[in-house]
């Protein structure tokens, strides 16, 4: 069965949106709190996690019974999905196939030759080839996002990175050498940003946003902030004793920055994100 989510246009009066934003609010508190009990409960089942949290949840923020029963569903069948994929060997998890960038470097060299010979038959080949070097790394994002999906229930929530204008501020001479400005020009992130939207809307899932700001050069396990401790591309190491690969620790401390905005310090132990490994 798809479950889609449809928006249609709502006009509601200033007292209505107040209701509205803090209902939306203490729900996401009831979540937040069903999720640290479901977290920690030991042959977890909806039976147990109401009787720890519905009387307290009740009195501390007065939602109204059809809601609190709610969060507790969709925080129990995030717990139980999270021990399933831990079960699985899927917790850091990277998508995407290296072989990818293999074939897509093979075909920018065809690019350069057919551009550096000029003529009209290598232009019309060009054409094609350009063409191809689409269609190629669209399936690839769409091939991604899928893999993403797959791994979520509905209700649960993706957290992506703000990108926008990055290729402005991260492509710069100043601030990025010239393989990595080109590497910037090529990055597909909007359309991949956008295939793992439609599939969320497909799956009944929520995408939400958190600012980039230095979680490629923050320490995922003290916090610490430091340029030099991205060694490379993909290796980062910090003096606490953490080295690990360089996406992964940034998809760690982006976990952390939404569950941190949305009143959630602790939270899940943070050794599940997902990693697109592909640009």
Same mark, same amino acid.
């Given at each position: ?27 996401? %508190? ?31 923020? +007065? ?23 831990? #079960? ?27 551009? /550096?010979? +000029?003529? #009209? ?50 492509? %710069? ?29 497909? +799956? ?26 991205? #060694?490379? %591309? ?6 606490? +004793? ?8 940034? /998809? ?28």
């Amino acid at each position: 069965m798809i479950t889609r989510t449809v928006v249609f246009p709502m006009s509601p009066t200033e007292n209505q949106k107040d209701s509205l934003l803090q209902t939306s609010n203490l729900y996401t %508190q009831a979540y937040t709190f069903c999720l640290e009990v479901a977290w920690n409960t030991k042959n977890l089942s909806a039976v147990k996690v109401h009787q720890e949290t519905y009387k307290k949840l009740k009195i501390s923020l +007065g939602l109204k019974s059809q809601y609190l029963c709610s969060a507790r569903n969709r925080a129990v069948e995030t717990v139980k999905a999270m021990r399933g994929l831990e #079960k699985k060997g899927k917790n850091n998890r990277f998508l995407g196939d290296p072989r990818w960038k293999e074939q897509e470097r093979k075909v920018l060299f065809h690019i350069s030759r057919l551009q /550096s010979k +000029g003529t #009209k038959s290598a232009k019309r080949t060009l054409k094609k080839v350009s063409g191809r070097l689409r269609r190629f790394k669209k399936d690839c994002d769409y091939v991604v996002a899928k893999g993403l999906i797959s791994s979520f229930l509905p209700g649960d929530t993706i957290v992506l990175e703000k990108l926008t204008n990055i290729k402005q501020r991260c492509g %710069q001479k100043r601030n990025a050498g010239k393989k990595h400005r080109i590497k910037m020009g090529r990055w597909s992130f909007k359309r991949l940003e956008n295939a793992i939207k439609n599939y969320a809307e497909l +799956g009944g899932i929520y995408i939400e946003y958190v600012e980039p700001h230095y979680t490629s050069q923050m320490c995922s396990k003290c916090g610490v902030i430091l340029k030099s401790n991205r #060694k490379s %591309q993909s290796c980062y190491s910090c003096s606490c +004793g953490l080295k690990l690969n360089a996406d992964l620790n940034a /998809s760690r401390n982006i976990s952390t920055k939404w569950r941190i905005a949305n009143g959630n310090a602790l939270g899940l132990s943070v050794n599940q994100p997902i990693v697109a490994d592909y640009n």
